[in-house]
């Protein structure tokens, strides 16, 4: 019997997502999400294919998690979810970048030993080119699942919050704090009064979502607004956590993914591993 069919292997969950990888047609289709989100029919005039099978590889991308759908109005607008590459990588790239590393560091010793090496930089030719950011709207969505029923995981949004932010991304004090009501605030406050709002609260549906307005100043990296909504949705005996982030204001070529990857570290590495940590003890 082969390893396949032995009864007892264990199943990997990403197992749909290397599956929706393994095709062309739907990593271009991916590559065309990471540059904005795309209504249906926009991507379908994009591939040779037809529509139907166009629809099809978005539904293998739907069901494997990389791509959410939302509808406004008549259209329906395709958005990248990157939460699963990003589990993809912690799974399988990073436990071996430490042995690829540590032989690259090796390598540039040995070159860089020799007096006339092509690694060694020439200092005096070396500049920096900074293009200012534009100004602009961008739409980060992100979707979560999390190991626990919903009123598990709103009690930690909403009442643990200190537990679970990371510190990486603590700016002014060392700890986070949440008023989770209408108007509340989430935000920083030291001991001597020192702090930072990141967010005022201007809609709660407890249990359920909240919405949330910051303004970023230059000094945050701003001038920019960021729109924030957070909503919690039954998925079998687990909970999604479906994030959509609009920012309006200083918006740069990176930014889109410079905000994602903080949502991730944030809710993914922080609330979602919190939460499940704790239902194991």
Partial sequence: MSPRAHPSAPQDPLEPVWRALG?????????????????????????????????????????????????????????????????????????????????MVRFRERIEASPHSPLTPDTTQMQQHATPPAAG???????????????????????EVAQWWPRDFLVAADRMQFQATL??????????????????????????SLDLVGHLSPAFGGPAQSLLRLVLRDEGDRTVLELTDGVVGKVGSQSSDTIADGWRAIFDAGLRAFVEANLRN
Avoid: C
């Fill in 183 to 208: 108007g509340g605030r989430l935000y920083e406050e030291g001991e001597a009064g020192d702090g930072v709002t990141w967010y005022t609260v201007y809609a709660i549906v407890p249990n359920v």
């Fill in 23 to 103: 095709d062309a047609t739907r990593r271009a289709l991916l590559d065309r999400l990471r540059e904005r989100p795309h209504t249906t029919g926009e991507l379908a005039a994009a591939f040779p294919q037809t529509r139907f099978a166009v629809m099809k590889h978005l539904d293998i991308l739907v069901g494997a998690g990389l791509v959410l759908v939302r509808r406004e109005g008549r259209e329906r607008w395709n958005h990248l979810n990157p939460v699963p590459l990003q589990h993809l990588y912690e799974r399988w790239v990073r436990p071996y970048e430490g042995l690829w590393a540590a032989s």
């Fill in 137 to 159: 709207l961008l739409t980060i969505t992100l979707e979560i699942p999390i190991s626990a029923g919903r009123q598990r995981v709103w009690e930690a949004l909403t009442r």
